[in-house]
């Protein structure tokens, strides 16, 4: 990468890189580089910094985690491949359940996912548990099997990268569903309690940090923040053609 650090741009292109050798080592999907690079383009549109909009959903997402009986983080390729000792923290602070849930792929590829996370210290990870595996109603029967431990009977899920017919389905069974989604029009963005409209690789460090102070009920209607976080992209994409 011929690119100096100081670039805003810098980050972005290690993320890609992180995640074509994850693709290359079976954690990540074909599906999962086509996601990256929608993301990519939309975190461009974002200015490739944390909104105002998205640190309002990261409170009220440490909110809700902190407040939950049954925190479950699911984690799918992207995001193990991006963000594992996040995952790892974060799962410590709340005590919360890890489960490797995919949309995409092999029982193999869940495997592997499994075994990164445990090298890099997790305790338990859920989702690879035949005995356990439960159906989600409402959803297509390959995609629908998650752990009777972990989201089957979670209070609050968080999500990130996460499928729309997916996030339907975890509203359906009356979960709290939390997201990472750079696009705030896509249906899990729309569908989720709480949308955090930022790239997961600034966003995940920042949930960590929230989730270490006590957090107060804050106001929070997601719709309004989408609607927030629209705005904002529309200012930056002026400001930009301005600056051109
Ligand atoms: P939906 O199914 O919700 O309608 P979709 O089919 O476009 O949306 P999926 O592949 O199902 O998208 O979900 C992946 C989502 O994750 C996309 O909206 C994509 O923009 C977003 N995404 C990809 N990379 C990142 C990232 N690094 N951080 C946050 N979001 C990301
Ligand atoms: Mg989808």
Do not use: W
């Amino acid at each position: 990468m011929n690119i100096p650090k100081s670039h805003p741009r810098f980050v972005s292109l290690q993320t890609r890189e992180k995640l074509v050798k994850a693709f290359g080592s079976g954690l990540v999907a074909k599906e999962g580089l086509i996601a990256q690079g929608r993301g990519e383009a939309l975190d461009y549109l974002i200015g490739e910094k944390t909104s105002k909009s998205a640190k309002k959903a990261i409170s009220a997402a440490a909110y809700t985690l902190q407040n939950a009986k049954n925190p479950v983080i699911s984690v799918n390729g992207n995001f193990a491949a991006l963000c594992t000792p996040e995952i790892i923290k974060l799962s410590r602070i709340l005590d919360a359940k890890i489960e490797v849930n995919l949309f995409y792929g092999p029982e193999s590829r869940k495997k592997a996912i499994a075994r990164l996370l445990k090298k890099s210290g997790a305790k338990e990870i859920l989702g690879t548990d035949l005995k356990s595996a439960r159906k989600l109603k409402g959803i297509d029967s390959a995609r629908r099997i998650v752990d009777k431990d972990g989201i089957f009977s979670a209070d609050v899920v968080l999500v990130p990268l996460e499928d729309g017919d997916r996030t339907i389905a975890l509203k359906k069974a009356k979960k709290k569903v939390i997201t990472f989604d750079l696009n705030p029009l896509s249906r899990t963005a729309q569908a989720s309690d709480v949308t955090i409209v930022d790239n997961v690789t600034r966003a995940m460090k920042l949930l960590v940090k929230a989730c270490k102070k006590k957090k107060v009920k804050p106001r929070y209607n997601n719709k309004e923040v989408l609607a927030e976080s629209i705005s904002e992209i529309k200012k930056n994409l002026k400001r930009r053609a301005r600056l051109a």
